[in-house]
């Protein structure tokens, strides 16, 4: 009997250590999806996906008309690979639904990516992947949340990278008002948003029950509020205001860098060189700490990037022809940070606050470095501050925190109508801070 449960101890302590080190590393393929943006492979990068008519666009369908995804990837083993794609549904909260896939799929429910070309010209050899969907003989047939995630060799165990998506059908309409936030100087900092839902042609039988809003702002997760209640009822109309949940933090217009040429340093970019080994590596300036800087207005990209290559001659397909670069960050920080770690944060690390993200104190240079292998192109970032215990990251700390900031605001509407067992997506609407 002592065996027999020294045995199961035993079993179980290796079962949570080996969890807990899973748990710690970037790339764990554990054969569990995660219902999130991830990346299972080192070889894969520069993963995007975005709705076709342009690269910066978010992940979101509109289920009555004729829009597609297009997911494009890296992959640095530069062969040739078997992969496909699938879908995963998804409720409100991200937790896989209970329908079957023949509820929310029609036609067939795997894609094979036949889309692939090799790198030219570049240090870096990679094969570039490609697909877009839905297509004629993959459908959507609801509304709500959804995870694609791609496999190899037909084996859907073997996960490659998982992405978030949205798919709506706009059942009733978001009116929204932006104004400052008001208490404790919080006018100056943050930005609260009131909206009403009309449903003049839709039933809602029990909206504080069946009715879900959330509210993300640049189409962060980590940040996105979730639970918040109507706070008048009409006949037709649910308004939203007085709600502490529905007010964020302005934040700052993001950082950037321009790595489009490897010949040319540009205003970000302090060296540019290629190593003994023929590796890329451009040196950012250092950065400074934006706490106390006055707000300045310039356009960005909300966190974005857009892969691009200046050097090239004649037409240039960049998605084979720009070439990967190691990039170096560098924050100036007097004392270590006693509140947590530090993290490079926006689409450029899939807004995920990972080992590979998070930045380390040099105690020789006084401040917090980190590294990033980076397609060429220009991008958007900030640094966030995280005690890595809650998922969201504090951008305020280095950044600074202003009212008057540009932000782009998503309002999600999801119902669970009695007698369903999912949350569909029937209001959507995306809205800027600055043009209103």
Same mark, same amino acid.
């Given at each position: 009997?002592?065996?027999?449960?020294?045995?199961?101890?035993l079993v179980s302590s290796l079962a949570l250590l080996s969890q807990n080190q899973k748990e710690e590393d970037d790339y764990v393929?554990?054969?569990?999806?995660?219902?999130?943006?991830?990346?299972?492979?080192?070889?894969?990068?520069?993963?995007?996906?975005?709705?076709?008519?342009?690269?910066?666009?978010?992940?979101?369908?509109?289920?009555?008309?004729?829009?597609?995804?297009?997911?494009?990837?890296?992959?640095?083993?530069?062969?040739?690979?078997?992969?496909?794609?699938?879908?995963?549904?998804?409720?409100?909260?991200?937790?896989?639904?209970?329908?079957?896939?023949?509820? +929310? =799929?029609? /036609?067939?429910?795997?894609?094979?990516? %036949?889309?692939?070309? *090799?790198? !030219?010209?570049?240090? $870096?050899?990679?094969?570039h992947y490609k697909i877009s969907f839905p297509q004629q003989n993959l459908h959507f047939s609801k509304s709500g949340n959804y995870?694609?995630?791609? +496999? =190899?060799? /037909?084996?859907?165990?073997?996960?490659? %990278?998982?992405?978030? *998506?949205? !798919?709506?059908?706009? $059942?009733?309409?978001?009116?929204?008002?932006?104004?400052?936030?008001?208490?404790?100087?919080?006018?100056?900092?943050?930005?609260?948003?009131?909206?009403?839902? +009309?449903?003049?042609?839709?039933?809602?039988?029990?909206?504080?029950?069946?009715?879900?809003? !959330?509210?993300?702002?640049?189409?962060?997760?980590?940040?996105a509020v979730t639970n918040i209640k109507p706070t008048f009822l009409a006949n037709n109309s649910l308004t939203y205001s007085l709600?502490?949940?529905?007010?964020?933090?302005?934040?700052?217009?993001?950082?950037?860098?321009?790595?489009?040429?490897?010949?040319?340093?540009?205003?970000?970019?302090?060296?540019?060189?290629?190593?003994?080994?023929?590796?890329?590596?451009?040196?950012?300036?250092?950065?400074?700490?934006?706490?106390?800087?006055?707000?300045?207005?310039?356009?960005?990209?909300?966190?974005?990037?857009?892969?691009?290559?200046?050097?090239?001659?004649?037409?240039?397909?960049?998605?084979?022809?720009?070439?990967?670069?190691?990039?170096?960050?560098?924050?100036?920080?007097?004392?270590?940070?006693?509140?947590?770690?530090?993290?490079?944060?926006?689409?450029?690390?899939?807004?995920?606050?990972?080992?590979?993200?998070?930045?380390?104190?040099?105690?020789?240079?006084?401040?917090?470095?980190?590294?990033?292998?980076?397609?060429?192109?220009?991008?958007?970032?900030?640094?966030?501050?995280?005690?890595?215990?809650?998922?969201?990251?504090?951008?305020?700390?280095?950044?600074?925190?202003?009212?008057?900031?540009?932000?782009?605001?998503?309002?999600?509407?999801?119902?669970?109508?009695?007698?369903?067992?999912?949350?569909?997506?029937?209001?959507?609407?995306?809205?800027?801070?600055?043009?209103?």
């Amino acid at each position: 009997m002592r065996l027999f449960l020294f045995t199961i101890f035993l079993v179980s302590s290796l079962a949570l250590l080996s969890q807990n080190q899973k748990e710690e590393d970037d790339y764990v393929n554990d054969n569990v999806l995660k219902y999130d943006d991830y990346i299972y492979k080192p070889n894969i990068k520069t993963v995007q996906m975005h709705e076709s008519s342009w690269e910066g666009a978010p992940a979101i369908l509109d289920l009555n008309t004729n829009q597609q995804l297009d997911l494009e990837f890296d992959d640095l083993d530069a062969d040739q690979k078997q992969y496909s794609i699938t879908f995963a549904h998804c409720n409100a909260d991200w937790t896989p639904s209970d329908l079957m896939i023949s509820e +929310y =799929l029609s /036609g067939f429910f795997d894609l094979n990516i %036949l889309n692939f070309n *090799f790198s !030219v010209n570049t240090a $870096q050899k990679y094969t570039h992947y490609k697909i877009s969907f839905p297509q004629q003989n993959l459908h959507f047939s609801k509304s709500g949340n959804y995870v694609m995630y791609v +496999y =190899l060799n /037909g084996d859907k165990k073997d996960l490659v %990278l998982s992405r978030r *998506f949205l !798919v709506f059908d706009n $059942q009733v309409t978001v009116a929204t008002t932006f104004r400052q936030a008001m208490g404790n100087d919080e006018q100056y900092n943050k930005q609260h948003l009131d909206f009403t839902i +009309y449903h003049s042609t839709y039933n809602l039988t029990n909206p504080f029950v069946d009715l879900k809003v !959330v509210i993300s702002q640049n189409n962060r997760f980590d940040n996105a509020v979730t639970n918040i209640k109507p706070t008048f009822l009409a006949n037709n109309s649910l308004t939203y205001s007085l709600d502490d949940k529905s007010t964020f933090n302005g934040g700052n217009e993001f950082r950037f860098f321009d790595i489009r040429s490897l010949r040319f340093v540009t205003e970000k970019v302090k060296k540019i060189y290629m190593d003994e080994n023929l590796k890329n590596h451009a040196v950012l300036n250092s950065e400074e700490n934006r706490l106390v800087k006055p707000y300045l207005l310039y356009p960005d990209l909300n966190g974005g990037f857009l892969i691009r290559n200046s050097n090239a001659l004649g037409s240039v397909n960049m998605d084979v022809e720009a070439d990967y670069v190691y990039v170096d960050f560098f924050l100036p920080y007097t004392t270590p940070e006693a509140n947590g770690n530090f993290y490079v944060m926006g689409k450029l690390t899939d807004w995920r606050m990972t080992k590979l993200s998070k930045m380390k104190y040099n105690e020789q240079r006084f401040g917090y470095e980190a590294q990033l292998y980076l397609k060429q192109g220009y991008y958007n970032y900030n640094f966030v501050l995280s005690n890595d215990k809650d998922k969201s990251g504090d951008e305020t700390k280095t950044e600074g925190n202003h009212w008057e900031t540009e932000n782009d605001y998503y309002f999600l509407v999801y119902h669970r109508k009695i007698g369903t067992y999912y949350d569909a997506l029937i209001g959507y609407k995306k809205v800027n801070s600055l043009k209103r």
